[in-house]
């Protein structure tokens, strides 16, 4: 059963919580729900009071335009208020670098696991995310499959793999959150760290990457760390984006335990 919080904004804010112990919101990335997180929340509820939410636009949450990154760092404040005034967040993908832009503005999160914020240009040092524009019109005409498909595209998934997607029977609930692939976009940006905005981080914070992930992921989590201080990085082995609960768990308990 969700639950709701109201935004600074007005916005309705739909989350659900599991477990005991210190809270813990999880922060998913593009095309995900507060279903997404799945066998990872009761791994984590034994140690945790775990929150999971719809980001604004997506399933039972609510939406207000404009949209602008610092409305959802308003929601996360929302739910970290929920909680009892402070939480330990992880973040996945865009999620992640939703994590760290609020940990950076100072909410009252006490710890951050980020894994494979998609700071995807600094492999080659300058912009790489021409395809955004594909992305943004395909979205402007209303066209959610080609947007899906040309995003998926875009960060690094096979051509042949993302039509076999498109075939899925859960395909259909992508598209119904497609939408807000504008939001994850203008969270990355043009794909470079902001070391300085990185650098206001004061909380215990992890990077994590999969060994398996294009090198994009290892690149920006090696930028990230050097420029969050006291930051470390984690590489997990035979993992990529699509990270298995089971291996990422025990970091997480370990992390924020």
Known sequence: MYQTVQSADGTTISFEKT?????????????????SP????????AHFTVHVYDRRGRVDSADTQPYAIAREIEDLAALIAAAGGSAMVYGHSSGAVLTLEAAATGLPITKVVAYEPPFTAEENGRGSLGWREDVLAALDADDRDKAAT??????????EGVTAMTRQPWWPGMLAVAHTLRYDLALVGDGMVDADELGKIAVPTLLIDGAE???WAGTAASVAVAAIPGARRLTLDAQDHNVDPAALAPLLIGFFS
């Open 19 to 35: 477990g005991t112990g210190p809270a813990l919101i999880i922060v998913g990335g593009a095309f995900n729900t507060r279903m």
């Open 38 to 45: 799945g066998a990872l929340v009761p791994l984590l509820a």
């Open 150 to 159: 040309l995003f998926l595209v875009g960060i690094g998934a096979d051509p």
């Open 213 to 215: 992930s294009p090198a």
